[in-house]
Protein backbone atom coordinates (compact mmCIF):
# COMPACT_ATOMS: atom_id res chain seq x y z
CA UNK A 1 0.00 0.00 0.00
CA UNK A 2 2.54 2.43 0.79
CA UNK A 3 4.83 1.97 -1.91
CA UNK A 4 1.86 1.93 -4.41
CA UNK A 5 1.22 5.78 -2.94
CA UNK A 6 4.82 6.94 -2.80
CA UNK A 7 5.19 6.03 -6.57
CA UNK A 8 1.89 8.32 -7.16
CA UNK A 9 3.44 10.78 -5.08
CA UNK A 10 6.59 10.85 -6.90
CA UNK A 11 4.91 10.95 -10.11
CA UNK A 12 2.68 13.82 -9.11
CA UNK A 13 5.71 15.89 -8.88
CA UNK A 14 7.67 14.75 -11.10
CA UNK A 15 5.40 13.17 -14.44
CA UNK A 16 8.83 12.16 -16.16
CA UNK A 17 10.40 10.38 -13.73
CA UNK A 18 11.11 6.33 -13.88
CA UNK A 19 9.46 4.19 -11.14
CA UNK A 20 9.43 1.24 -10.83
CA UNK A 21 7.40 -1.02 -7.89
CA UNK A 22 7.78 -4.02 -7.03
CA UNK A 23 5.49 -6.07 -4.76
CA UNK A 24 5.84 -9.82 -4.00
CA UNK A 25 1.95 -10.21 -3.97
CA UNK A 26 0.49 -11.08 -7.45
CA UNK A 27 -2.66 -9.51 -8.36
CA UNK A 28 -3.36 -5.68 -7.93
CA UNK A 29 -2.43 -3.38 -5.20
CA UNK A 30 -5.37 -3.44 -2.57
CA UNK A 31 -6.25 -2.23 0.85
CA UNK A 32 -5.30 -4.48 3.21
CA UNK A 33 -7.11 -2.55 6.03
CA UNK A 34 -10.82 -3.49 4.37
CA UNK A 35 -9.37 -7.19 5.11
CA UNK A 36 -11.91 -7.65 7.59
CA UNK A 37 -15.08 -6.30 5.96
CA UNK A 38 -13.85 -8.51 3.60
CA UNK A 39 -13.79 -11.72 5.96
CA UNK A 40 -17.14 -10.81 7.45
CA UNK A 41 -18.66 -10.27 4.10
CA UNK A 42 -19.75 -6.60 3.70
CA UNK A 43 -17.53 -6.01 0.91
CA UNK A 44 -15.80 -8.06 -2.19
CA UNK A 45 -12.86 -8.42 -3.20
CA UNK A 46 -12.87 -5.44 -6.22
CA UNK A 47 -13.92 -2.94 -3.01
CA UNK A 48 -10.18 -3.87 -1.75
CA UNK A 49 -8.76 -2.88 -5.13
CA UNK A 50 -7.00 0.94 -4.81
CA UNK A 51 -8.46 2.50 -6.89
CA UNK A 52 -6.71 5.06 -9.01
CA UNK A 53 -3.83 4.74 -6.62
CA UNK A 54 -1.46 2.85 -9.29
CA UNK A 55 0.32 5.12 -11.93
CA UNK A 56 -0.27 4.70 -15.03
CA UNK A 57 3.87 6.07 -15.65
CA UNK A 58 4.97 3.48 -13.20
CA UNK A 59 6.14 0.24 -13.71
CA UNK A 60 4.25 -2.20 -11.73
CA UNK A 61 6.27 -5.72 -11.06
CA UNK A 62 3.24 -7.46 -9.13
CA UNK A 63 4.25 -11.10 -7.46
CA UNK A 64 7.94 -10.15 -7.52
CA UNK A 65 9.72 -9.14 -4.10
CA UNK A 66 12.58 -7.43 -3.82
CA UNK A 67 15.26 -10.13 -2.40
CA UNK A 68 18.99 -8.29 -1.71
CA UNK A 69 19.99 -4.28 -1.88
CA UNK A 70 23.10 -3.87 -3.39
CA UNK A 71 23.45 -0.19 -2.20
CA UNK A 72 27.48 0.24 -3.17
CA UNK A 73 26.15 -0.33 -7.28
CA UNK A 74 23.12 0.78 -6.34
CA UNK A 75 20.94 -2.30 -7.72
CA UNK A 76 17.87 -4.35 -6.19
CA UNK A 77 17.71 -7.81 -7.32
CA UNK A 78 14.25 -9.41 -7.47
CA UNK A 79 13.04 -13.13 -6.91
CA UNK A 80 12.59 -13.54 -10.45
CA UNK A 81 16.23 -12.59 -11.03
CA UNK A 82 15.87 -9.43 -12.36
CA UNK A 83 18.37 -6.49 -11.60
CA UNK A 84 17.06 -2.73 -11.17
CA UNK A 85 19.12 -0.47 -10.71
CA UNK A 86 18.07 3.27 -8.61
CA UNK A 87 19.09 6.48 -8.12
CA UNK A 88 16.89 6.61 -4.69
CA UNK A 89 15.48 3.59 -3.22
CA UNK A 90 12.19 3.66 -1.09
CA UNK A 91 11.50 0.70 1.14
CA UNK A 92 8.08 -0.26 1.77
CA UNK A 93 8.23 -4.16 3.10
CA UNK A 94 5.64 -3.93 5.18
CA UNK A 95 5.26 -6.05 8.56
CA UNK A 96 4.11 -9.53 9.00
CA UNK A 97 1.66 -11.19 11.66
CA UNK A 98 3.61 -12.36 14.80
CA UNK A 99 3.33 -15.33 15.83
CA UNK A 100 4.00 -16.09 19.19
CA UNK A 101 5.94 -19.40 19.87
CA UNK A 102 2.90 -21.28 21.21
CA UNK A 103 3.69 -25.30 21.39
CA UNK A 104 1.77 -27.35 18.71
CA UNK A 105 0.70 -23.92 15.98
CA UNK A 106 2.91 -24.98 13.46
CA UNK A 107 3.96 -28.29 11.68
CA UNK A 108 7.40 -30.49 10.94
CA UNK A 109 8.01 -28.34 8.01
CA UNK A 110 7.60 -25.13 10.01
CA UNK A 111 4.54 -23.84 9.10
CA UNK A 112 1.16 -23.12 10.40
CA UNK A 113 -0.98 -26.15 10.99
CA UNK A 114 -4.09 -26.89 8.49
CA UNK A 115 -6.79 -25.09 10.40
CA UNK A 116 -4.26 -22.33 12.49
CA UNK A 117 -4.41 -19.05 10.11
CA UNK A 118 -3.31 -15.48 10.79
CA UNK A 119 -4.67 -12.22 8.98
CA UNK A 120 -2.50 -10.25 7.38
CA UNK A 121 -2.91 -10.65 3.72
CA UNK A 122 -5.82 -11.17 0.88
CA UNK A 123 -4.29 -15.33 0.99
CA UNK A 124 -4.95 -15.56 4.78
CA UNK A 125 -8.38 -13.96 3.98
CA UNK A 126 -9.30 -16.42 1.65
CA UNK A 127 -7.82 -19.24 3.62
CA UNK A 128 -10.34 -17.87 6.65
CA UNK A 129 -13.42 -18.09 4.68
CA UNK A 130 -12.24 -21.43 3.12
CA UNK A 131 -12.02 -22.91 6.74
CA UNK A 132 -15.00 -20.87 8.24
CA UNK A 133 -17.80 -23.77 8.07
CA UNK A 134 -21.07 -21.79 9.09
CA UNK A 135 -21.55 -23.74 12.88
CA UNK A 136 -17.99 -24.31 13.42
CA UNK A 137 -16.37 -23.34 16.87
CA UNK A 138 -13.22 -21.00 16.40
CA UNK A 139 -11.09 -19.56 18.84
CA UNK A 140 -9.24 -16.62 18.37
CA UNK A 141 -5.69 -15.87 20.15
CA UNK A 142 -5.59 -12.14 20.36
CA UNK A 143 -8.46 -9.22 21.78
CA UNK A 144 -6.78 -6.80 20.18
CA UNK A 145 -8.40 -4.50 17.74
CA UNK A 146 -7.81 -6.72 14.86
CA UNK A 147 -8.79 -9.93 16.92
CA UNK A 148 -11.72 -8.20 17.75
CA UNK A 149 -13.14 -7.38 14.12
CA UNK A 150 -12.26 -11.22 13.26
CA UNK A 151 -14.13 -12.52 16.03
CA UNK A 152 -17.15 -10.40 15.33
CA UNK A 153 -16.64 -10.77 11.32
CA UNK A 154 -16.31 -14.60 12.21
CA UNK A 155 -19.77 -14.46 13.75
CA UNK A 156 -20.97 -13.01 10.65
CA UNK A 157 -20.43 -16.02 8.93
CA UNK A 158 -22.03 -18.17 11.62
CA UNK A 159 -19.52 -19.72 13.77
CA UNK A 160 -19.48 -19.84 17.20
CA UNK A 161 -16.21 -17.35 18.54
CA UNK A 162 -14.44 -17.21 21.56
CA UNK A 163 -11.89 -14.47 22.32
CA UNK A 164 -8.75 -15.45 24.41
CA UNK A 165 -6.87 -12.69 25.68
CA UNK A 166 -3.60 -12.56 28.11
CA UNK A 167 -4.39 -8.54 29.36
CA UNK A 168 -6.78 -7.92 31.38
CA UNK A 169 -8.12 -5.11 29.18
CA UNK A 170 -9.28 -5.76 25.50
CA UNK A 171 -7.85 -3.29 23.08
CA UNK A 172 -4.77 -2.61 25.57
CA UNK A 173 -3.63 0.13 23.80
CA UNK A 174 -6.72 1.96 22.89
CA UNK A 175 -8.96 1.28 26.35
CA UNK A 176 -8.95 1.80 29.46
CA UNK A 177 -10.68 -0.94 31.93
CA UNK A 178 -13.84 1.01 31.93
CA UNK A 179 -14.10 0.93 28.09
CA UNK A 180 -13.16 -2.94 28.25
CA UNK A 181 -16.03 -3.55 30.29
CA UNK A 182 -18.49 -2.93 28.53
CA UNK A 183 -16.95 -3.20 25.06
CA UNK A 184 -17.31 -6.90 26.44
CA UNK A 185 -20.44 -6.59 27.39
CA UNK A 186 -21.52 -5.57 24.12
CA UNK A 187 -19.60 -8.67 21.90
CA UNK A 188 -21.27 -11.15 24.28
CA UNK A 189 -24.29 -9.86 23.03
CA UNK A 190 -23.19 -10.25 19.52
CA UNK A 191 -21.92 -13.83 19.96
CA UNK A 192 -18.18 -13.27 20.92
CA UNK A 193 -17.38 -14.64 24.06
CA UNK A 194 -14.12 -12.96 25.45
CA UNK A 195 -12.03 -14.33 27.86
CA UNK A 196 -9.65 -11.99 29.96
CA UNK A 197 -5.72 -12.62 31.83
CA UNK A 198 -5.87 -15.89 29.97
CA UNK A 199 -2.48 -17.27 28.77
CA UNK A 200 -2.44 -19.67 25.70
CA UNK A 201 0.23 -22.23 26.02
CA UNK A 202 -0.05 -25.02 23.47
CA UNK A 203 -2.68 -26.05 20.33
CA UNK A 204 -3.29 -29.64 20.54
CA UNK A 205 -4.17 -31.93 18.10
CA UNK A 206 -5.77 -35.99 19.11
CA UNK A 207 -7.38 -38.77 16.86
CA UNK A 208 -9.81 -36.93 16.10
CA UNK A 209 -8.09 -33.89 14.23
CA UNK A 210 -7.90 -34.23 10.31
CA UNK A 211 -4.63 -34.10 8.85
CA UNK A 212 -2.65 -31.93 10.12
CA UNK A 213 -4.54 -29.56 12.17
CA UNK A 214 -5.51 -29.06 15.75
CA UNK A 215 -8.19 -29.15 18.19
CA UNK A 216 -8.07 -27.08 20.40
CA UNK A 217 -6.03 -24.84 22.75
CA UNK A 218 -4.16 -25.75 26.13
CA UNK A 219 -4.44 -22.66 28.79
CA UNK A 220 -1.88 -22.24 31.55
CA UNK A 221 -4.60 -22.95 34.19
CA UNK A 222 -4.71 -26.31 32.42
CA UNK A 223 -8.08 -25.73 30.95
CA UNK A 224 -8.18 -27.16 27.32
CA UNK A 225 -10.43 -25.08 25.15
CA UNK A 226 -12.00 -26.64 21.57
CA UNK A 227 -11.92 -25.33 18.50
CA UNK A 228 -12.12 -26.09 14.71
CA UNK A 229 -10.63 -22.87 13.36
CA UNK A 230 -7.55 -21.08 15.23
CA UNK A 231 -6.78 -17.54 14.17
CA UNK A 232 -4.01 -15.87 15.49
CA UNK A 233 -4.09 -11.96 15.90
CA UNK A 234 -1.13 -10.65 18.29
CA UNK A 235 -0.01 -7.90 16.45
CA UNK A 236 2.57 -7.52 13.43
CA UNK A 237 6.44 -7.18 13.12
CA UNK A 238 7.71 -5.18 10.72
CA UNK A 239 9.76 -6.83 7.71
CA UNK A 240 13.16 -5.82 8.11
CA UNK A 241 14.80 -8.39 6.70
CA UNK A 242 15.95 -6.66 3.01
CA UNK A 243 17.26 -3.71 4.99
CA UNK A 244 19.30 -5.27 8.00
CA UNK A 245 20.97 -7.32 4.86
CA UNK A 246 21.59 -4.41 2.88
CA UNK A 247 23.49 -2.87 6.43
CA UNK A 248 20.87 -0.68 6.92
CA UNK A 249 20.41 0.52 11.01
CA UNK A 250 17.76 -1.53 12.18
CA UNK A 251 15.72 -1.75 15.07
CA UNK A 252 12.07 -2.72 15.92
CA UNK A 253 12.00 -1.06 11.82
CA UNK A 254 14.21 0.44 9.50
CA UNK A 255 15.57 3.60 11.12
CA UNK A 256 14.53 6.64 9.55
CA UNK A 257 14.87 10.59 10.31
CA UNK A 258 13.74 13.50 9.16
CA UNK A 259 12.50 12.78 5.46
CA UNK A 260 12.25 8.91 6.22
CA UNK A 261 15.73 8.63 5.15
CA UNK A 262 17.83 6.39 6.82
CA UNK A 263 21.71 6.11 7.21
CA UNK A 264 21.85 6.08 3.79
CA UNK A 265 20.74 9.19 1.52
CA UNK A 266 19.89 7.36 -1.62
CA UNK A 267 17.20 4.58 0.43
CA UNK A 268 13.94 5.87 2.72
CA UNK A 269 12.25 3.58 4.51
CA UNK A 270 8.15 4.22 5.09
CA UNK A 271 5.14 2.60 6.22
CA UNK A 272 4.85 -0.32 8.75
CA UNK A 273 8.52 -1.13 8.39
CA UNK A 274 9.55 2.20 9.51
CA UNK A 275 10.26 3.59 12.70
CA UNK A 276 10.23 7.12 12.98
CA UNK A 277 11.09 8.59 16.70
CA UNK A 278 11.02 5.22 18.44
CA UNK A 279 7.77 4.18 17.71
CA UNK A 280 6.43 2.05 14.56
CA UNK A 281 2.90 2.70 13.99
CA UNK A 282 1.34 -0.07 11.31
CA UNK A 283 -1.64 2.74 10.66
CA UNK A 284 -2.54 3.34 7.27
CA UNK A 285 -2.67 7.25 7.95
CA UNK A 286 1.04 7.60 9.06
CA UNK A 287 1.92 5.16 5.86
CA UNK A 288 -0.03 8.02 3.95
CA UNK A 289 1.91 10.88 5.84
CA UNK A 290 5.28 8.89 5.44
CA UNK A 291 4.59 8.38 1.51
CA UNK A 292 4.17 12.10 1.38
CA UNK A 293 7.35 12.94 3.75
CA UNK A 294 9.48 10.97 1.30
CA UNK A 295 8.44 12.27 -1.74
CA UNK A 296 8.83 15.72 -0.23
CA UNK A 297 12.22 15.03 0.31
CA UNK A 298 12.73 13.29 -2.43
CA UNK A 299 11.21 15.49 -5.50
CA UNK A 300 10.50 18.61 -3.53
CA UNK A 301 6.41 19.40 -2.56
CA UNK A 302 3.57 18.65 -4.62
CA UNK A 303 2.20 21.40 -7.09
CA UNK A 304 -1.01 22.97 -5.66
CA UNK A 305 -3.53 20.80 -7.48
CA UNK A 306 -6.72 21.64 -5.09
CA UNK A 307 -8.64 19.83 -8.07
CA UNK A 308 -6.86 16.23 -7.70
CA UNK A 309 -4.39 16.47 -4.87
CA UNK A 310 -4.98 13.95 -1.90
CA UNK A 311 -5.14 17.04 0.63
CA UNK A 312 -8.32 18.86 -0.39
CA UNK A 313 -8.36 22.71 -0.57
CA UNK A 314 -6.76 24.41 1.74
CA UNK A 315 -9.61 26.75 2.84
CA UNK A 316 -11.25 23.72 3.91
CA UNK A 317 -8.35 21.85 5.74
CA UNK A 318 -7.90 25.04 7.71
CA UNK A 319 -11.31 24.49 8.61
CA UNK A 320 -10.82 20.96 9.60
CA UNK A 321 -8.09 22.05 11.84
CA UNK A 322 -5.31 19.30 10.81
CA UNK A 323 -3.70 21.50 8.44
CA UNK A 324 -3.02 24.34 10.44
CA UNK A 325 -1.00 24.15 14.05
CA UNK A 326 0.01 20.92 15.62
CA UNK A 327 -0.93 17.44 13.65
CA UNK A 328 -2.96 14.82 15.20
CA UNK A 329 -2.89 11.36 14.66
CA UNK A 330 -5.66 10.07 12.98
CA UNK A 331 -8.68 8.00 15.27
CA UNK A 332 -9.44 4.41 15.29
CA UNK A 333 -12.40 3.00 14.60
CA UNK A 334 -13.49 -0.69 15.82
CA UNK A 335 -15.10 -1.79 12.35
CA UNK A 336 -17.54 -4.26 13.89
CA UNK A 337 -21.12 -5.04 13.28
CA UNK A 338 -23.50 -3.76 16.18
CA UNK A 339 -20.53 -1.95 17.81
CA UNK A 340 -19.72 1.39 17.73
CA UNK A 341 -16.48 2.46 18.85
CA UNK A 342 -14.01 5.47 18.38
CA UNK A 343 -10.78 6.45 19.93
CA UNK A 344 -8.41 8.71 19.31
CA UNK A 345 -4.97 10.18 20.69
CA UNK A 346 -4.32 9.09 24.37
CA UNK A 347 -7.36 7.52 24.90
CA UNK A 348 -6.19 5.73 27.73
CA UNK A 349 -4.24 7.71 29.45
CA UNK A 350 -4.14 7.29 33.75
CA UNK A 351 -7.12 9.16 35.54
CA UNK A 352 -6.04 12.74 36.98
CA UNK A 353 -7.92 16.02 36.96
CA UNK A 354 -7.84 16.00 33.09
CA UNK A 355 -10.02 13.70 32.54
CA UNK A 356 -13.46 13.59 32.37
CA UNK A 357 -15.83 10.32 32.20
CA UNK A 358 -19.24 9.26 31.31
CA UNK A 359 -20.64 5.59 31.63
CA UNK A 360 -23.29 3.56 31.66
CA UNK A 361 -22.90 0.22 31.48
CA UNK A 362 -26.48 -0.84 31.23
CA UNK A 363 -26.90 0.88 28.13
CA UNK A 364 -23.83 -0.11 26.83
CA UNK A 365 -22.11 3.42 26.74
CA UNK A 366 -18.64 4.56 27.74
CA UNK A 367 -17.14 7.88 26.73
CA UNK A 368 -13.67 9.68 27.53
CA UNK A 369 -12.11 12.94 27.09
CA UNK A 370 -8.00 13.30 28.37
CA UNK A 371 -7.50 16.75 28.29
CA UNK A 372 -3.98 18.43 28.32
CA UNK A 373 -2.93 22.00 28.42
CA UNK A 374 -6.86 22.47 27.74
CA UNK A 375 -7.68 21.08 24.82
CA UNK A 376 -8.71 17.25 23.71
CA UNK A 377 -5.20 15.07 23.81
CA UNK A 378 -7.48 11.61 22.78
CA UNK A 379 -11.15 10.23 23.44
CA UNK A 380 -12.85 7.14 23.38
CA UNK A 381 -16.82 7.53 22.16
CA UNK A 382 -18.10 3.70 22.83
CA UNK A 383 -22.18 2.94 22.64
CA UNK A 384 -24.67 5.05 21.04
CA UNK A 385 -25.24 6.48 17.29
CA UNK A 386 -22.42 6.78 14.75
CA UNK A 387 -22.67 10.55 14.85
CA UNK A 388 -21.88 10.47 18.42
CA UNK A 389 -18.05 10.72 18.13
CA UNK A 390 -18.14 13.29 15.68
CA UNK A 391 -18.00 16.59 17.99
CA UNK A 392 -15.23 15.14 19.79
CA UNK A 393 -13.56 14.22 17.03
CA UNK A 394 -13.89 17.68 15.24
CA UNK A 395 -12.74 19.36 18.71
CA UNK A 396 -9.92 16.82 18.40
CA UNK A 397 -8.86 17.42 14.98
CA UNK A 398 -8.95 21.09 15.15
CA UNK A 399 -7.27 21.21 18.72
CA UNK A 400 -10.07 24.02 19.95
CA UNK A 401 -9.75 24.51 23.41
CA UNK A 402 -12.52 22.75 25.89
CA UNK A 403 -12.88 23.28 29.61
CA UNK A 404 -14.06 20.22 32.06
CA UNK A 405 -17.29 21.46 31.87
CA UNK A 406 -17.37 21.67 28.09
CA UNK A 407 -15.81 18.31 27.66
CA UNK A 408 -18.62 17.13 30.01
CA UNK A 409 -21.33 18.27 27.70
CA UNK A 410 -19.65 16.20 24.81
CA UNK A 411 -19.82 12.95 26.27
CA UNK A 412 -23.10 12.95 26.99
CA UNK A 413 -25.69 10.52 24.74
CA UNK A 414 -27.16 12.02 21.66
CA UNK A 415 -30.51 11.71 23.55
CA UNK A 416 -29.58 12.90 27.11
CA UNK A 417 -29.34 16.70 25.70
CA UNK A 418 -30.89 19.27 23.66
CA UNK A 419 -29.32 20.20 20.26
CA UNK A 420 -28.64 23.64 22.02
CA UNK A 421 -27.24 22.24 24.70
CA UNK A 422 -24.50 20.24 22.61
CA UNK A 423 -23.91 22.78 20.56
CA UNK A 424 -23.46 25.68 22.84
CA UNK A 425 -20.30 24.84 25.30
CA UNK A 426 -17.26 24.91 22.65
CA UNK A 427 -16.96 27.23 19.54
CA UNK A 428 -15.58 24.59 16.88
CA UNK A 429 -14.86 25.71 13.80
CA UNK A 430 -17.50 25.78 11.32
CA UNK A 431 -18.85 26.56 7.76
CA UNK A 432 -21.91 27.90 6.68
CA UNK A 433 -23.55 25.03 5.26
CA UNK A 434 -23.94 21.14 6.63
CA UNK A 435 -25.29 18.06 4.57
CA UNK A 436 -26.08 14.50 6.42
CA UNK A 437 -24.83 16.38 9.61
CA UNK A 438 -21.69 17.55 8.50
CA UNK A 439 -19.99 21.20 8.49
CA UNK A 440 -18.14 21.77 5.41
CA UNK A 441 -14.71 21.70 7.06
CA UNK A 442 -15.52 18.66 8.84
CA UNK A 443 -12.55 16.00 8.53
CA UNK A 444 -14.44 12.92 6.89
CA UNK A 445 -11.46 10.78 5.75
CA UNK A 446 -8.94 11.24 8.29
CA UNK A 447 -6.28 8.71 6.36
CA UNK A 448 -5.88 11.24 3.33
CA UNK A 449 -7.37 14.67 5.73
CA UNK A 450 -10.22 14.86 3.36
CA UNK A 451 -12.81 17.41 4.22
CA UNK A 452 -16.84 17.43 3.54
CA UNK A 453 -16.68 20.62 1.62
CA UNK A 454 -13.72 18.92 -0.65
CA UNK A 455 -15.88 15.77 -1.12
CA UNK A 456 -18.63 17.73 -2.36
CA UNK A 457 -16.88 20.10 -4.46
CA UNK A 458 -15.89 16.51 -6.16
CA UNK A 459 -19.41 15.51 -6.16
CA UNK A 460 -20.67 18.59 -7.65
CA UNK A 461 -17.73 18.72 -10.13
CA UNK A 462 -19.49 15.02 -11.79
CA UNK A 463 -18.10 12.63 -8.84
CA UNK A 464 -21.57 10.50 -8.54
CA UNK A 465 -20.13 7.21 -7.03
CA UNK A 466 -18.03 6.31 -4.20
CA UNK A 467 -15.32 5.48 -6.58
CA UNK A 468 -15.15 8.29 -8.35
CA UNK A 469 -14.83 10.31 -5.26
CA UNK A 470 -11.84 8.06 -4.00
CA UNK A 471 -10.59 8.63 -7.57
CA UNK A 472 -10.79 12.70 -7.41
CA UNK A 473 -9.81 12.90 -3.42
CA UNK A 474 -8.35 9.65 -2.31
CA UNK A 475 -11.54 9.53 0.18
CA UNK A 476 -11.96 6.18 1.44
CA UNK A 477 -8.65 4.70 0.64
CA UNK A 478 -7.73 4.19 3.72
CA UNK A 479 -9.00 2.50 6.49
CA UNK A 480 -12.64 2.48 4.46
CA UNK A 481 -14.47 3.92 8.00
CA UNK A 482 -15.44 7.27 6.16
CA UNK A 483 -17.25 4.75 3.13
CA UNK A 484 -20.55 5.55 4.74
CA UNK A 485 -20.04 9.41 5.21
CA UNK A 486 -19.12 9.65 1.62
CA UNK A 487 -22.45 7.98 0.71
CA UNK A 488 -24.88 9.70 2.67
CA UNK A 489 -22.81 12.96 1.35
CA UNK A 490 -23.30 11.46 -2.24
CA UNK A 491 -26.82 11.23 -1.94
CA UNK A 492 -28.09 14.06 0.50
CA UNK A 493 -29.37 16.64 -0.82
CA UNK A 494 -28.33 20.30 -1.55
CA UNK A 495 -26.22 21.91 1.31
CA UNK A 496 -28.55 23.62 3.70
CA UNK A 497 -27.69 26.42 6.12
CA UNK A 498 -26.57 25.44 9.29
CA UNK A 499 -28.95 26.14 12.17
CA UNK A 500 -27.41 29.44 14.29
Given at each position: ????????????????????????????????????????????????????????????????????????????????????????????????????????????????????????????????????????????????????????????????????????????????????AVLVDQLAGLGVSVELDCQVVAATADADAAGDGVSGVELADGRRVECDLLVVACGTRPETGLARAAGLPVDVGVLVGEGMVTADPRVYAIGDCAQTDGVVTGLVAEAWEHARIAADAIAGPAPDDAET????????????????????????????????????????????????????????????????????????????????????????????????????????????????????????????????????????????????????????????????????????????????????????????????
Amino acid sequence: MAGVRVAGELLRREPGARVTVLGAEPGVAYNRTLLTDLLAGSVGEPDLELVGEVPEQARVWSGTAAVGVDRTRRVVVDSRGGVHGYDVLVLATGAAAQVPGIAGLRGAGGALRRNVAVLQSLADCRRIVELARPGARAVVVGGGLLGLEVARALVARGLGVRVLHGAGVVMNRQLDAGASAVLVDQLAGLGVSVELDCQVVAATADADAAGDGVSGVELADGRRVECDLLVVACGTRPETGLARAAGLPVDVGVLVGEGMVTADPRVYAIGDCAQTDGVVTGLVAEAWEHARIAADAIAGPAPDDAETGPLGDSADRDRGGRASGARVSAPTRLKAEGVELTVMGASNAPDGPGVVTFADRERGLYRRIVLREGRIAGATVLGGEPSDALAVLEHYSSRSPVTREQAALLLRPAEAASGADRAAPVDAPSAPTAVAGLDRGVVVCYCNDVSCGRILDARDAGADTVAAIARRTRATTGCGICRSKVQALLTAGQPVTAPA
